[in-house]
C-alpha cells in the first residue's frame, strides 16, 4: 500500500474510535486537510444494519419516523465554504469553478476509492497517466465499482458557482441496503481550493433508530444487567431487613455496590434510549452514568479488598491501612473517571484515540496494583484464619479465593481476546459483535458480586463470622457447644474446657498482639 491509501485508513481508524459516538455529526466550518494530491474531510463512520424496507419516504415522513425499519445517511444543510483568494480567480458569469465530491462506501470496498499508475503510489485523485490508463476523469475521485454492487461506493457532486464564495448541497437521503461499517468522505481533487471548510450535519439512521449499529445492543443488554440487578436488590434486601439486628458491617458495604449497580445500569439504558431517540449524546445523563459507574467500580474493587484484609472478620479495623485505601480509592475513581469522561460524554473528535490510550495506561497499573494487594491481603488472611483453626470462616475464605482467581483468570484471557480482536479488526468490520467486550465486564462484576452475597449472605449466624475480641475465637461455634454438654467423667470436662478457655485467652492475646504489629508494618 501507498502512502494515500495509508494516510485514508489511519483516517478511518480516528473516526472509528472517535465520530461515532453521534448518530447526528454536526460540522462547524471544519477544515480540509491535505491527503497527497487531494483535500479532504472525514465525515463519519458507523456501522449500519440494512433497511427492513425498499420504499422510500416521503419527505415530511423522514423527520418523523424513527422506529421505521429504514436505514439512511441524510444530509442537511450542508454548505462549503472557500477562501476569497480562490473565489477571485473565477468570474461571475463562469458556471462551474470548483468541485467537491462526497464519497460514501462500505469498509470493505475502500480500496476501490483511488488507484495507481504502473503500480507506483496511489492516488485518491485521478492523474493525467491514470486517465489514460484506467478512463477515470481527470480532477476527480478515481471510483471502482463494487464488486457486489455497481453503484456503490456513491459519489455526489456539489459545484461551486461563479466567484461565490460558499456553495450549498441539496437536502439529500442515501438510503442503505446492506448491513456494513460505513464511511462518509468529502472531498476536493482542485489544488485551487485549498483552505476548504464545511458546516452543516448529516443523520445517520438505523432501522430502529439513531444508536449506531455497533451499540444498538447494548441499549437491550442493560435492560437485561437491569432486571439481573433487580433481582438481586429483592432478594438481598429482603434478607437484609428480616435479619437487621444480625448486620455485619461488611453487609451494609455490598448493599451500597448493589445499589449502585442497579442505578448504573438503568441510567446506562435511558442514556442509550435517549440517544437512540435523538441521535445525540445528552452530556447531562451521560455525565452522570459514568460518574455512577466509576464510583461502583472503586468501591467494588475497595470491598474486595477489605474482604481479603479479613476486615470485620479477622480484624475489626483497618488499622493503619485505612488512609491507604482511602488515598488507592480516590486515585482509583479520578482515573476511572477522566478515562470515561473522555471515551463517553459527548462527540470525541480525532484526539479520542491519543487521550483514551493515555488515560488507560494509569486506570490499568491502578487494576494490576489493586490484584496484587487483594491477592497478598487474602494470603494473610487465611494463614491467620488457619493458625486459629476458625474452619467456618477458613470455608468461606477458600471459596472466596476461588472465585476470585477464577474471575482473575477470565479477565486476563479476555483482555487477550480484546487485543486480539483490535488488531486484527483495524477498520471495525466486526462491529456487530464488538458490544460484547463492553458487556464481558458488566457481566464479570455481576458474577462476582453475586458470588461475595451467596458466601455473606445476611442470616441469624452472621455475627457468628463476625470479629470478636471473647475466647473462642480460634474455634467454631459448634466446637464450643459441644463443649458445654455434659460429660460422663463428672467434673473432668469442665477441668478441659476450663483450660481450653485459658488457652484461647493466650492465643487471643497473641493474636492481637500479632495483628497489631503487622498494621504497623503496613
Known amino acids: 500500500m501507498g502512502l494515500i491509501p495509508c494516510c485514508l485508513c489511519f483516517a478511518f481508524i480516528i473516526l472509528a474510535t472517535g465520530l461515532t459516538d453521534a448518530s447526528i455529526h454536526v460540522y462547524d466550518r471544519d477544515p480540509f486537510r491535505e491527503v497527497g494530491n487531494a483535500y479532504l474531510l472525514s465525515g463519519g463512520s458507523e456501522g449500519i444494519v440494512a433497511s427492513r424496507t425498499t420504499t422510500p419516504l416521503t419527505e415530511n415522513a423522514i423527520h418523523s419516523s424513527i422506529h421505521d425499519g429504514r436505514s439512511f445517511i441524510r444530509f442537511e444543510n450542508i454548505t462549503f465554504w472557500r477562501s476569497k483568494a480562490a473565489a477571485d480567480l473565477h468570474s461571475e458569469m463562469e458556471h462551474s469553478t470548483g468541485l467537491i465530491q462526497v464519497i460514501i462506501f462500505e469498509a470493505a470496498d475502500r480500496d476501490n476509492i483511488g488507484g495507481s499508475a504502473y503500480g507506483g503510489q496511489r492516488s485518491i485523485c485521478c492523474t493525467p497517466d491514470l486517465a489514460n490508463l484506467e478512463g477515470c476523469k481527470q480532477g476527480e475521485v478515481i471510483r471502482i465499482p463494487s464488486a457486489t454492487n455497481i453503484n456503490w461506493p456513491i459519489i455526489l457532486n456539489v459545484q461551486f458557482s461563479g466567484n461565490y464564495l460558499s456553495a450549498f448541497m441539496d437536502s439529500t437521503v442515501v438510503y442503505i441496503t446492506k448491513t456494513g461499517m460505513y464511511n462518509l468522505f468529502f472531498i476536493s481533487c482542485d489544488p485551487k481550493l485549498k483552505g476548504l471548510t464545511m458546516s452543516g450535519k448529516t443523520l445517520w439512521k438505523n432501522p430502529e433508530g439513531y444508536l449506531p449499529g455497533r451499540m444498538a445492543p447494548l441499549m437491550k443488554f442493560y435492560v437485561i444487567m437491569s432486571l439481573a440487578y433487580t433481582l438481586l436488590s429483592l432478594v438481598w434486601f429482603s434478607q437484609h431487613i428480616r435479619f437487621w439486628n444480625d448486620i455485619l458491617q461488611l453487609q451494609h458495604c455490598i448493599t451500597v455496590v448493589i445499589a449502585l449497580g ?45 474482604v481479603s484484609m479479613g476486615y470485620g472478620v479477622v480484624r475489626p479495623t483497618l488499622g493503619g491501612l485505612t488512609m491507604k485505601v482511602l488515598l488507592l480509592g480516590i486515585t482509583y475513581f479520578l482515573a476511572s473517571e477522566l478515562l470515561n469522561i473522555t471515551e463517553y460524554v459527548g462527540t470525541i473528535n480525532d484526539i479520542a484515540g491519543r487521550a483514551r490510550v493515555f488515560l488507560v495506561l494509569p486506570d490499568a497499573i491502578l487494576d494490576a496494583f489493586l490484584i496484587l494487594w487483594i491477592f497478598t491481603s487474602l494470603s494473610k488472611t487465611l494463614e491467620q484464619l488457619q493458625a486459629k483453626r476458625s474452619s467456618a470462616k477458613l470455608d468461606i475464605y477458600r471459596k ?34 464488538a458490544w460484547m467486550i463492553t458487556a464481558f465486564w458488566d457481566i464479570l462484576a455481576y458474577l462476582l458480586l453475586c458470588i461475595i452475597c451467596y458466601l455473606w449472605a445476611p442470616s441469624q449466624s452472621s455475627q457468628r463470622y463476625a470479629y470478636s475480641e471473647a475466647t473462642g475465637e480460634e ?48
Open 475 to 522: 474455634s467454631d461455634d459448634d466446637e464450643a457447644q459441644s463443649l458445654c454438654k455434659g460429660s460422663p467423667k463428672g467434673d473432668l470436662g469442665l477441668v478441659k474446657l476450663d483450660r481450653r478457655e485459658k488457652n484461647g485467652e493466650r492465643d487471643e492475646v497473641f493474636d492481637v498482639e500479632d495483628d497489631t504489629e503487622e498494621d504497623k508494618r503496613e
Open 400 to 433: 472466596f479465593s476461588n472465585a476470585l482467581a477464577v474471575s482473575v483468570i477470565a479477565s486476563v484471557a479476555w483482555i487477550g481476546y480484546e487485543v486480539y480482536f483490535k488488531a486484527t479488526d483495524p477498520f471495525n468490520e466486526r462491529w456487530q459483535g
Open 262 to 306: 442497579l442505578f448504573e445500569m438503568s441510567l446506562w439504558y435511558f442514556e442509550y434510549a435517549h440517544f437512540n431517540n435523538t441521535g445525540t449524546r445528552p452530556v447531562g445523563i451521560t455525565t452522570w452514568v459514568v460518574t455512577v459507574g466509576a464510583l461502583r467500580r472503586t468501591l467494588s474493587r475497595l470491598l474486595i479488598l477489605c
